[in-house]
């Protein structure tokens, strides 16, 4: 959503009902205004109940957060819904900031200095505001309407040994302001992240690999509410939402300074049937979109999780990629629906892609050994089944069987069956999948 800036001046803040909260005020100010609509403020992630409850209330609380968790648990999804829930407050609620801020601070701190005369307030204005407004009346400072998005307000820093502090603080240029004379000129001061991120959410995907140089960076942001540009004598005042992740692997890699002035929330793999939603959900945004049983994916979830910490790790990443996977294979075969054959395709390829050049004779073992029944999984899922497994014995194929199962059996199964599974197309796709599990010839 575009929505354009509101500019007026700053004898007129007093008029919008300006907010007096920090930006961890606001955010929960917003959760609290979601319950209260019965609104879901994570509505992409699914599960992880107890996590999402935790990252609230750290976040609440001014504290910045460390998300823990093996790859693929949804750590980054964490922090991305963290920024949408902010987003909404400044839709629906005006702040403004003095124009031209580099930390576009709330205009209300200036607004008291000024026209409520509290010194105490200036405290809260950047030293480029106090240079340029300081002295001004409130008629004549400009101030504008500020929302969140990339790069205002929202900062985002992918961890990697490289980066080096200036990213993070930004830089006062030395050469420049001898050149320009002016040390509040915009062009001798560049902002960092922290700066681009203040007023909103900062958000530093895979800490751990940050070297300790940038992570010191940002210890004075997240202690003292304030941060000091790399060259410069100036203090900035920042107020932000600090989120992070991290991979278990590379947990002990953030130094214990920067991970003692966080709070450390861990995050596990979201129970099965959650996982299945996850699934659906990334199905639904390919390209071309095929009919997937629902047993099929239910079965590409258990089996992903049965095999993992086998020979090689795979995570729901690898679910949904195995559940893909198979959607292609039924697209490229000319097929409207998913087949065992497909599924089975998704997860060789998956597993197998995830393995290197020592794990591949491994992984395959495993697939020999450990892969799952199909058999099995139908019977546990469908008992009734069963009994139609017999009839397929006598027969050459799964078409032929089907004519000869009793009419009565297959309404029974379908009956025991999700809404979207009720036909006899899945029904044969399910019996097909025990005969390519027997190796009587299958429909595919």
């Known amino acids: 959503m575009n929505v354009k800036n509101e500019s007026m001046n700053l004898i007129d803040l007093n008029k919008t009902s300006p907010c007096v909260l920090s930006v961890s005020g606001r955010f929960i100010r917003q959760i609290r205004e979601m319950i209260e609509k019965d609104e879901d403020a994570f509505p992409e992630i699914f599960g992880l109940g107890h996590v999402k409850r935790r990252l609230v209330e750290a976040l609440a609380t001014g504290s910045g957060v460390l998300i823990k968790g093996d790859f693929g648990v949804g750590k980054t999804h964490l922090c991305s819904a963290v920024v949408s829930v902010l987003k909404n407050y400044y839709l629906t609620h005006p702040i403004y900031t003095n124009e031209g801020c580099p930390v576009r601070e709330n205009a209300v701190h200036l607004y008291n200095y000024i026209v409520n005369n509290d010194h105490a307030a200036l405290e809260n204005v950047c030293p480029v505001c106090r240079h340029q407004y300081a002295a001004s009346t409130a008629e004549s400072v400009p ?27 930004g830089m006062y240029h030395l050469i420049r302001f001898a050149e320009i004379g002016d040390p509040f000129d915009p062009r001798v001061l560049e902002g960092g992240k922290i700066a681009q991120a203040s007023g909103g959410v900062l958000f530093v995907d895979e800490l751990g690999l940050m070297n300790n140089e940038a992570q010191y960076a940002l210890i004075q942001a997240l202690q003292e509410k ?44 979201v129970g099965f049937d959650d996982e299945v939603l996850i699934v659906k959900k990334e199905l639904s945004q390919m390209s071309f979109v095929m009919r997937f049983p629902e ?56 597993i197998r892609g995830q393995g290197d050049e020592q794990t591949f004779d491994e992984i395959n073992e495993m697939l020999a050994k450990d892969f799952p029944s199909a058999v ?43 809404e979207a599974d ?18 009587i010839e299958p429909l595919c």
């Open 226 to 269: 304030s941060y000091t540009p790399t060259n410069s004598k100036m203090t900035f005042p920042v107020d932000l939402l600090f989120v992070s992740t991290t991979n278990n692997t590379n947990d002990l890699r953030i130094h214990k300074a920067v991970a003692n002035r966080l709070v450390g929330i861990p995050v596990g793999r």
């Open 295 to 350: 047993l099929f994916i239910e079965f590409i979830v258990s089996a992903i999780r049965a095999l993992n910490n086998i020979a090689v790790y795979l995570g729901p990443r690898s679910t949904i990629r195995a559940a893909r996977m198979a959607c292609a294979s039924a697209f490229i075969e000319g097929r409207a629906a998913v087949s065992f054959c497909d599924v089975k395709e998704g997860l060789y390829t998956e």
């Open 143 to 169: 101030i504008e309407r500020v929302y969140i998005a990339e790069g205002g307000g929202f900062a985002r820093v992918q961890g990697n040994e490289d980066i080096e502090p200036e990213k993070i603080l």
């Open 422 to 439: 009720r036909s006899h197309e899945t029904i044969k796709a399910y019996l097909d999948a025990y005969a390519v599990s027997v190796n």
């Open 376 to 418: 099995e999984f139908l019977k546990e899922r469908v008992p009734l089944i069963e009994n139609a497994f017999s009839v397929i014995d006598q027969y050459k194929d799964t078409e032929t069987a089907f004519l000869y199962i009793d009419k009565q059996l297959i309404d029974d199964i379908m009956a025991c069956l999700c």
